[in-house]
């Protein structure tokens, strides 16, 4: 069964700095790979999202602080993030879907483009608290 593996994540201190790690296990397809969040009432945000081509985008709200990077394995996601603020506390889910092109809406927020295939999937989550 196909699924996702988030690990990272906690708590910081404003100016710190964390990674989260997320792995499509039980599928050895390319994945098109992304993390989003959310806080309590407020909207689902991408964050930072990547193309099989390696092609990376990042939210205004989280450029020149956070970076990502495709892990050792195989459809690994790391996303480092630093200079962390309290603003950045939320829920961090990690979703994929198994698609070689582009898997990206950027205009405006960073969101899902419609592509062939199942449904992405998507993570349990995991959470990033930032005090100030």
């Known amino acids: 069964q196909v699924h996702l593996v988030e690990s990272g994540g906690g708590s910081v201190q404003a100016g710190g700095s964390l990674t989260l790690s997320c792995e499509v296990s039980?599928?050895?397809?390319?994945?098109?790979m992304g993390w989003f969040r959310q806080s309590p009432g407020e909207e689902r945000e991408g964050v930072s999202v990547m193309n099989v081509d390696g092609t990376v985008y990042f939210a205004d709200s989280v450029k020149g602080r956070f970076t990502a990077s495709k892990g050792n394995a195989k459809n690994t996601l790391n996303l480092r993030m630093d200079s962390l603020k309290p603003e950045d506390t939320a829920m961090y889910y990690c979703?994929?879907?198994?698609?070689?092109?582009?898997?990206?809406?950027?205009?405006?927020?960073?969101?899902?483009?419609?592509?062939?295939?199942?449904?992405?999937?998507w993570g349990q989550g995991t959470q990033v608290t930032v005090s100030s």
């Open positions: 979703t994929a879907a198994p698609y070689g092109g582009n898997c990206w809406s950027t205009a405006g927020r960073i969101d899902w483009a419609r592509i062939p295939g199942p449904p992405p999937l």
């Open positions: 039980g599928n050895n397809n390319r994945f098109c």
